[in-house]
């Protein structure tokens, strides 16, 4: 195929833009989910019927689009299973836990899509990406409270935070190697994966599973909530992680953190501290540093290697 034939890739911004917008929408999500959660709604079914519902409703486009992903079929079935494990346990995760340490927890997530880019991607890891990861994650340290934060033992909520973590930087190695498969089957495959892996919670009873009888205002935002809200952070998600390298998105993306903090503080009774404070600077530091480095986009490379 020459490059002519090939579609013209994103502005290197573009991709940059998307991910901050998506990590913005996924740092806000806490909320709704403890809204939920109060009214009586446990993680996994919460997680079966936002992401199960959305996913079962997008399966007639997932089935028209197979002409394109047939040839990387196992690619979309890892998808499913890494996204999907990724976003059930990071909703079971915020109903359980604490917002903050969950969190913090989840992103340490850049360590594990660098180290995944270089194995599995052959990704470069240079020297202003390890001072981004490095920034990144002592503000992440620095806002949820240094060494006392670590004072409690593990729970459930603190290993599904953390598995969540690796399952998203795992989602982004493996959208950035199924080139092939378009934006709207990633976006469905990860919701139904989410569906079918909280499910299982439910059967295995993994986490409390009491369920209550949904009012019409609470159906009516829980489909929102799937169908507007979730859909679109997913969607710009996937677009931002698919057009660039899977170490310098898992860093861009921190910014969620501070976006969970910041809101967190706002919508609850929690004052940031001065210590907080310079967590966030250098969180929004290291998201800086990815977002404006000098090295282009993976996919605008591909039209120059056809010629």
């Known amino acids: 195929?020459?490059?002519?034939t090939l579609p013209a890739p994103p502005p290197t911004w573009l991709p940059v833009c998307v991910l901050l917008f998506s990590s913005s929408l996924w740092g806000l999500s806490w909320w709704p989910l403890k809204q939920f959660s109060a009214a009586g709604l446990s993680g996994p079914w919460l997680a079966l019927l936002i992401y199960g519902v959305v996913g079962l409703c997008g399966l007639p486009f997932l089935w028209r689009e197979r002409g394109h992903w047939r040839g990387q079929?196992?690619?979309?079935?890892?998808?499913?299973?890494?996204g999907g494990w990724a976003n059930a346990a990071f909703v079971n995760a915020l109903v359980l836990g604490q917002v903050v340490r969950v969190m913090l927890l989840f992103y340490l997530s850049p360590v594990w899509a660098v180290l995944g880019g270089k194995i599995f991607l052959n990704e470069a890891i240079g020297g202003r990406r390890a001072v981004a990861v490095a920034l990144a994650l002592a503000g992440a340290f620095m806002v949820i409270g240094g060494t006392s934060a670590f004072d409690q033992p593990f729970s459930l909520a603190d290993l599904l935070a953390l598995s969540a973590g690796m399952g998203f930087a795992g989602n982004n190695i493996v959208a950035r190697a199924a080139?092939?498969?378009?934006?709207?089957?990633?976006?469905?495959?990860?919701?139904?994966?989410?569906g079918a892996i909280s499910a299982v919670m439910l059967a295995w009873q993994l986490t409390p599973t009491a369920m209550?009888?949904?009012?019409?205002?609470?159906?009516?935002?829980?489909?929102?909530?799937?169908?507007?809200w979730l859909a679109l952070a997913t969607a710009t998600w996937q677009f931002g992680v698919t057009h660039m390298e899977a170490g310098r998105a898992g860093?861009?993306?921190?910014?969620e953190l501070l976006v969970a903090v910041l809101s967190s503080t706002w919508l609850g009774d929690e004052q940031l501290s001065a210590r907080e404070w310079c967590g966030g600077a250098l969180i929004t530091a290291a998201a800086l540093l990815e977002a404006t480095a000098s090295s282009p986009s993976p996919v605008a490379t591909a039209p120059t290697a056809a010629t």
Do not use: E, H, R
Not at 183 to 190: D, G, H, I, N, Q
Not at 212 to 228: D, E, K, N, R
């Open 1 to 4: 195929m020459s490059a002519s």
């Open 251 to 255: 860093v861009i993306v921190i910014a």
């Open 179 to 194: 080139q092939g498969v378009p934006m709207l089957s990633k976006t469905v495959t990860v919701f139904v994966g989410c």
């Open 73 to 82: 079929l196992k690619l979309l079935i890892l998808l499913g299973l890494i």
């Open 212 to 228: 209550v009888q949904p009012s019409a205002a609470m159906g009516a935002g829980l489909l929102a909530y799937g169908f507007i």
